[in-house]
């Protein structure tokens, strides 16, 4: 089923066995119709996606994400590092990547706007500077290399006052140091994709600037192992 509006209909490629319905009826299109919401058909148990990744073995494997997990991982991010419906956060990451889950979910659980760019503009910092300027960008998630590439650019205070947002790869001191600069709002961030995008979260501040894996997202717990297990 196709959502569209009603201009688009001639112009879209739309496959046989697709049905397409435009939305700017007239009001009263939709007379006639039930207006109680569908009982939901899934539960927390339900797959919610499959996203491929190489993990610890360098053989790609599918790990199989439940609603419960991603809807725990939202919540809790949704509270703390917090994200709510005047936050416009700047997506950089492609969707292939399992911190995008963050990104796209994250403003659609809260009410926030959320801005997406092309990979065009992701490769070019002077762009999304730019753009974190005239979308007056409050929230940002990059890897610590995005991160060194928009600090070195001339233009790299339009990120001052931002909630940074870091993970995907370990964050050095040094640059951790470099963010706190711009901005009180930095957080480091850690998970496998196997406990669903990020596990555990860490507040940098200027009196503690070492970027600590930090405690667990909500309702989750972390186990320091042995060889024994």
């Known amino acids: 089923l196709l959502l569209t509006q009603a201009p688009l209909l001639a112009r879209l490629p739309i496959p046989a066995g697709v049905s397409a319905l435009a939305l700017d009826q007239p009001d009263a299109w939709l007379d006639g119709y039930s207006c109680e919401n569908p009982l939901p058909r899934t539960t927390a148990e339900h797959l919610a996606y499959v996203i491929y990744t190489s993990g610890s073995t360098g053989k790609p494997k599918g790990v199989m994400v439940r609603h419960g997990a991603l809807t725990n991982f939202v919540c809790s991010m949704a509270r703390q590092p917090g ?9 950089l990451t492609t969707f292939s990547f399992d911190i995008f889950g963050l990104e796209i979910y994250g403003p659609l659980l809260a009410g926030a706007t959320l801005v997406l ?13 730019a753009l974190v300027k005239q979308q007056r960008i409050s ?3 990059a890897t610590p290399s995005t991160w060194r590439m928009l600090l070195d650019h001339p233009q790299a205070d339009e990120l001052k006052g931002c ?8 964050l050095p001191l040094e640059l951790a140091t470099r963010l706190l ?19 555990a979260q860490y ?27």
Do not use: F, H, M
Not at 117 to 129: F, K, R
């Open 83 to 91: 994200l709510d419906a005047n936050d416009r956060l700047l997506s």
């Open 117 to 129: 760019t092309g990979q065009d503009i992701n490769l070019d910092p002077q762009a999304l500077l």
């Open 139 to 141: 929230v940002l998630q």
């Open 163 to 170: 909630k940074l947002l870091c993970g995907g790869e370990a």
């Open 181 to 199: 600069a711009l901005s009180p709002q930095v957080w480091n961030l850690y998970g496998p994709t196997e406990t669903t995008i990020w596990s």
């Open 203 to 229: 507040p940098l501040t200027p009196t503690q600037p070492q970027p600590w894996l930090g405690g667990p997202i909500a309702n989750t717990s972390l186990y320091i192992l042995d060889d024994n297990l």
